[in-house]
């Protein structure tokens, strides 16, 4: 049969963590072989990584930055998954994605010249995006991510 | 099996098609080739980066490591075609939307020309790599449509929602390996399964077959047998 959609929740529980690890393991061995070479299978696999930090973002508790950061809701995961899989069309290569201080998720950018660009997707629905760099004036704006993303990502395109 | 071949599928499922050629250079001088080539091409293929390994040693008195610039990476304005040059290997890449084999070898032969103008340059090896992603709904029975598949025995649960396959086959005429990979995507969109089709064609260049040129046209016809071999006529025709 044509293989079925993996089973989602199974990614973010704890108790098949170790299992779920170690099946990403295997095949990230075989899919580094790969890397080298090609791009596709480079921003793959980087996707892939970008996709489990996010869903591990969501074990993160209140308080894990050692003061009161608010642990990421499911909306603000889904969304985040949402964003990235925007992201993945573009141009743009995230570097990371961990959780906001602001209570939310954050996907960072790095680009030329020590340029960076964040975006936070937040918890109570709210989004935003900051563009800094040593030398380089900061911006920084809300933007609605149903409707501005295709602008916000254009931005951070020329920017970075 | 296929009824036809058609040479072209105007909405191929390409995300990446590679075409590269392994060389050897007399030793020391690939760096100074190397430096002159990105920078006669850098106005076209304007973001460049270096590729860089990683080495880590581990032993009883603890771990070591080191980075080394191996090679170059460069991306033209648009970033669909990627030129990347390592310490053997001589690559171009054009990214998800292809455009057709004619454009992606004459650009390939041009830049391979530009490299090899800068020192004496021998081909060892020439490969071209097709990346597929296709789509199939969930539920339907795979080898209706994708040809070579993981079969899973009788009496184990049918349903996988994880593979990986990796295959390497002789090919017989022109002496060459087929390395063949498949792997799941995870889910991008409802009903349906995303699938990675990757065929990597390498033939060593020996003497019976030192016309590089022609051995890449070879490689080119091969590699469209194969995927029309692939996959079912249904499945093609969602490309045409």
Same mark, same amino acid.
């Given at each position: 049969m044509i293989p079925v959609a993996p089973p989602v929740q199974s990614y973010v529980q704890n108790d098949v963590a170790t299992i779920v690890y170690r099946i990403d393991t295997t095949q990230s061995d075989f899919w580094m072989q790969h890397t080298d070479v090609s791009i596709f299978w480079t921003r793959e696999l980087q996707f892939r990584q970008l996709t489990e930090s996010t869903r591990k973002a969501k074990a993160f508790e209140e308080g894990?930055?050692?003061?009161d950061a608010p642990a990421p809701n499911d909306a603000s995961v889904a969304r985040t998954l949402e964003v990235l899989s925007r992201v993945r069309d573009s141009k743009l290569s995230p570097y990371s994605v961990l959780p906001s201080a602001d209570g939310g998720v954050g996907i960072s950018f790095r680009g030329n010249a020590n340029k960076r660009a964040v975006l936070e997707l937040l918890n109570d629905g709210t989004s935003s995006y900051i563009l800094f760099g040593k030398g380089y004036p900061i911006e920084s704006s809300e933007f609605n991510s149903n409707t501005d993303l295709p602008r916000i990502l254009q931005r951070l395109e020329e920017y970075l | 099996m296929m009824a036809y071949e058609p040479?072209? $599928? @105007? @909405?191929? #499922?390409?995300?990446e098609a590679m075409i590269a050629f392994d060389f050897v250079v007399a030793e020391g001088e690939l760096g100074q080739i190397r430096r002159s080539f990105v920078e006669q091409i850098q106005v076209e293929y304007p973001t460049q980066t270096p590729i860089q390994r990683a080495e880590v040693t581990f032993n009883p008195e603890g771990s070591t490591g080191k980075t080394n610039e191996v090679g170059s990476r460069c991306v033209s304005m648009n970033g669909k075609n990627v030129c990347a040059i390592s310490e053997h290997t001589f690559i171009c890449s054009r990214l998800h939307p292809y455009e057709n084999w004619e454009s992606l070898r004459s650009e390939f032969q041009r830049l391979w020309e530009v490299f090899a103008s800068f020192g004496k340059v021998q081909v060892t090896k020439v490969a071209v790599r097709y990346i597929n992603k296709i789509f199939l709904r969930t539920g339907s029975e795979i080898f209706d449509s994708v040809f070579t598949y993981p079969k899973i025995a009788d009496? $184990? #649960?049918?349903?996988?929602?994880g593979v990986f396959v990796r295959l390497q086959i002789a090919i017989p005429e022109p002496q060459g390996t087929l390395i063949l990979t498949e792997a799941q995507f995870p889910p991008?969109? #409802?009903q349906f399964v995303a699938i990675a089709l990757d065929h990597d064609l390498q033939f060593p260049v020996t003497d019976e077959a030192t016309d590089i040129w022609a051995l890449l046209e070879r490689a080119r016809e091969l590699k469209n047998r194969y995927f029309f071999a692939s996959i079912s006529d249904e499945l093609m025709k969602e490309y045409l």
């Open positions: 894990w930055d050692g003061y | 040479q072209h $599928l @105007n @909405n191929a #499922p390409i995300v009496g $184990l #649960p049918q349903d996988t929602f991008e969109r #409802p």
